[in-house]
């Protein structure tokens, strides 16, 4: 069970990066050995934005050229994608909503569907609603099922950790993840 956290912070430690890492830790620490997890900050990453050219109907892969292609194959092979971003104006960072609408060039052979998402949005003050919803909107289109969301509140860089109800939530999330795998499975094959 391959689990890919995605942070779309342009901040590498950030407050949503402290997020996923939080879920992708606790499946680390607590899950069975058939749990595999992998982090990526797309901060530093160049991801330009989808030019409309529809050539990916037909190739059923985006023929831009940049780091799109990494994120796409680990996107492709992963069980669950937890993909977080900041909120920016209301909505996901600019970085964010590149990486989504080159997943068009997915869409069209449904590479995505059937695989397992967590949404993670983090605001200062408001507009964090509208940021899951568009990550939503994202893992809904591409047929993904819903593990929840986690919605945090900070500004600086690490705040968020002061914000209990959203740390006890990427728990609760981290949860729901193992028991993907079956209960009677995992407790002969715990890591710790
Ligand atoms: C360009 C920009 C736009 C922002 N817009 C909002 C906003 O609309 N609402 C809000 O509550 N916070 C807004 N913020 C604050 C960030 O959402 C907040 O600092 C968040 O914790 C950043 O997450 P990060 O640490 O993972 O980058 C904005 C910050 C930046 C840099």
Known sequence: MKVLGICGSMRKTGNTSVLVKKILDYVKDEGCSEFETDYLS???LKISPCTGCEKCREKKWCILKDDWDTIA????GCDVLVIGSPTYFYDVSGQVKNLIDRTYSLYHDRKLAGKNAVVVSVCADRGGERTLETLEGFANTHG???LGFVAGRGFGE??????ERSTEKCIEIGEKILKL???THRSGQKKR
């Open 42 to 44: 797309l901060s530093g």
């Open 73 to 76: 194959e680990k996107m492709t």
């Open 144 to 146: 993904f099922s819903s």
């Open 158 to 163: 690490g705040d968020v950790i002061n914000d």
């Open 181 to 183: 795998v079956s209960n």
